[in-house]
């Protein structure tokens, strides 16, 4: 990005730090993967613990690709009427498998939106933690774009 970071920009790099923090305060993301060639995104919520993303679910297709796809993508973004954010994770999925890795899991709060059982822990341990901030407003003029 060429932008600077000013208030005025209507796009600005975020931070890691940054990042972390907007992804502490959201718990609806989106999880990529590949399956059979094809890329899939599956909603997931999830909390933040320990500059990880730790997700729940059930056996099925979204813990499989997790498991088969040690590299993952996962995304997540919130606005409002005066501007949004994204962020972005390049890392490593793994199942957690020992009972101390699941009580470790546990005490990060998370439970299922939904009435299902979800036993499943998978943390994301991210390699690249990208952000974006979005300053909304109105198109500029032609004459107005710099090049």
Known sequence: ???????????TELTETES???LGGVSLGRLVTT????TE?????????RNTVLFRTAEGTKLLTAALNEYVVFEADDHNT??????????????LATSAE????RRAGLYPWIATQKERFV?????AVTGRRFRFGPEPDEGALVS
């Open 20 to 22: 972390w923090g907007l």
């Open 82 to 95: 005066a501007e949004g954010w994204s962020v972005i994770l390049r890392g490593k999925a793994r199942l």
């Open 123 to 127: 943390r994301i341990t991210p390699q």
């Open 1 to 11: 990005m060429n932008e600077t970071r000013t208030s005025d920009a209507p796009v």
């Open 41 to 49: 995104i599956f909603p997931v919520n999830f909390v933040v613990q």
């Open 102 to 105: 699941i009580a470790d899991a």
């Open 35 to 38: 399956v059979n060639g094809w």
